[in-house]
T-cell receptor
Framework: DAGVIQSPRHEVTEMGQEVTLRCKPI?????LFWYRQTMMRGLELLIY????????DSGMPEDRFSAKMPNASFSTLKIQPSEPRDSAVYFC?????????????FGSGTRLTVV | KQEVTQIPAALSVPEGENLVLNCSFTDSAIYNLQWFRQDPGKGLTSLLLIQSSQREQTSGRLNASLDKSSGRSTLYIAASQPGDSATYLCAVDSSASKIIFGSGTRLSIRP
C-alpha cells in the first residue's frame, strides 16, 4: 500500500481564496482524521470520520472550514475564504479501529501558506 | 479533558549515549499510547504503539513503556545515532477514535 496520500504537498494562496486539500486513506481503513500543525499550537485534531460519517468536528476552527468524505477512498478539507492565520501544515491520517490495533498512519502533509 | 505533556522540550546528547524521553498524561483511562517521529518538514512516522493492557513495546533500539496508573510513558533509545535526530511525539488515545498529541521533544544527537 502506498500509505496515506495527500495533495497538494504545498499550497500558496492569497487571502480570501478558496483552498481545497485532498486525502486518500489507506485502503480498508475505516477512520480518517484531519490534523493541523503549527509552531504555536502543535498538532490539533480538526475533524474525524468513521465509515465516511463525520463523528466529531469540534476542532474545526470556524465556519470557513468544511470537510467531506464522499466515499471510503477520498476526503477533502476546504477553507473558504482563507486567511493568513490558516497557514499551517495540514495532516491526514487513517486507521482501522475495527482491528483493535488503533494504530494511526499519517500522510506527508500539505503545507499551506496564505499571503 | 486529556492533556499530554512531554519533557524535555529539547535534548542534545553525544552519539552513542542511551537516552530517555518522557511523556505524561492526565487521564489514565486510555486505549493506547503511540510514539511518533517527525523529521523537519516531513510527516509523522509511527514508531511504537502500546495498547492499554501492555506494559512495553520494543522495536530495534527503541523501547517504550507505559504505566497507566501514574499516567506516564517513556521512550528509551539505546546507542543513539545522528540519524535519530528528529522530533519525537507522544500521542494518547483516550476515546478509541481521537488521539491527543504532546508538544514533542526535539532530539539532537551530536556526532
Amino acid at each position: 500500500d502506498a500509505g496515506v496520500i495527500q495533495s497538494p504537498r504545498h499550497e500558496v494562496t492569497e487571502m480570501g481564496q478558496e483552498v481545497t486539500l485532498r486525502c486518500k486513506p489507506i485502503s480498508g481503513h475505516n477512520s480518517l482524521f484531519w490534523y493541523r500543525q503549527t509552531m504555536m499550537r502543535g498538532l490539533e485534531l480538526l475533524i474525524y470520520f468513521n465509515n465516511n460519517v463525520p463523528i466529531d468536528d469540534s476542532g474545526m476552527p470556524e465556519d470557513r472550514f468544511s470537510a467531506k468524505m464522499p466515499n471510503a477512498s477520498f476526503s477533502t478539507l476546504k477553507i473558504q475564504p482563507s486567511e493568513p492565520r490558516d497557514s499551517a501544515v495540514y495532516f491526514c491520517a487513517s486507521s482501522d479501529l475495527s482491528l483493535g490495533d488503533y494504530g494511526y498512519t499519517f500522510g506527508s502533509g500539505t503545507r499551506l501558506t496564505v499571503v | 479533558k486529556q492533556e499530554v505533556t512531554q519533557i524535555p522540550a529539547a535534548l542534545s546528547v553525544p552519539e552513542g549515549e542511551n537516552l530517555v524521553l518522557n511523556c505524561s498524561f492526565t487521564d489514565s483511562a486510555i486505549y493506547n499510547l503511540q510514539w511518533f517521529r517527525q523529521d523537519p518538514g516531513k510527516g509523522l512516522t509511527s514508531l511504537l504503539l502500546i495498547q492499554s493492557s501492555q506494559r512495553e513495546q520494543t522495536s530495534g533500539r527503541l523501547n517504550a513503556s507505559l504505566d497507566k496508573s501514574s499516567g506516564r510513558s517513556t521512550l528509551y533509545i539505546a546507542a543513539s545515532q545522528p540519524g535519530d535526530s528528529a522530533t519525537y511525539l507522544c500521542a494518547v488515545d483516550s476515546s478509541a477514535s481521537k488521539i491527543i498529541f504532546g508538544s514533542g521533544t526535539r532530539l539532537s544527537i551530536r556526532p
